[in-house]
């Protein structure tokens, strides 16, 4: 059974700068720990990433998988789910929702559903899900802040 966990961060950036990052797959490795390669292997008509094949090390966990991609029209909305098990998951299911603020920043709520092909004892797995979902978030957010102080 899968639990679902949501954390949420705000990020100084316009929700079209933080769907920019999210969406620029090829970069991943450049700025999350875990991701060492993440290659788009089928695009939708407007370019955007359908399916993305992803190779994880994070230490005790390492995987590669392949998530399918939907995005809202706007892009507030970005999901994603696994396409087939792999070595370490039975399923995943994940979304950002990205809700912009008044004074120009960005709420990233970040919500993700995981069931592993390994057997872990609750408490430790949800233990690893916040420290995947906190790292998650916080590297997003020096990863957008950094690019938009470089601009």
């Known amino acids: 059974m899968a639990d679902t966990s949501t954390q949420s ?6 929700p079209e700068r933080v769907a ?9 490795p450049e700025w999350t720990e875990a991701v060492r390669q993440a ?10 990433a359908s399916q993305v094949r992803f190779t994880i090390d994070a230490g005790v966990m390492a995987d590669e998988y392949v998530l399918a991609y ?19 998951q039975k399923s995943q299911r994940g979304s950002y929702d990205l809700v912009g603020n008044p ?3 960005t709420t990233v709520t ?4 995981v069931e592993l092909s390994v057997g872990m ?9 916040k420290m995947i979902m906190d ?3 916080k590297q997003l957010k020096r990863r957008v802040e950094a690019l938009g102080a470089a601009h």
């Open 70 to 88: 939907e995005y809202a029209e706007d892009i507030s909305r970005i999901e994603w789910h696994l396409v087939a098990p792999s070595k370490m």
């Open 135 to 137: 790292a998650a978030l």
């Open 103 to 105: 004074d120009g920043t």
């Open 9 to 14: 961060i705000v990020v100084g950036a316009s």
């Open 20 to 28: 920019a990052v999210i969406c620029d797959f090829p970069r991943y």
């Open 110 to 113: 970040y919500t993700l559903e």
């Open 121 to 129: 004892l609750g408490m430790f797995r949800r233990k690893a899900e």
């Open 39 to 48: 290659e788009v292997i089928e695009e939708y008509e407007d370019g955007y």
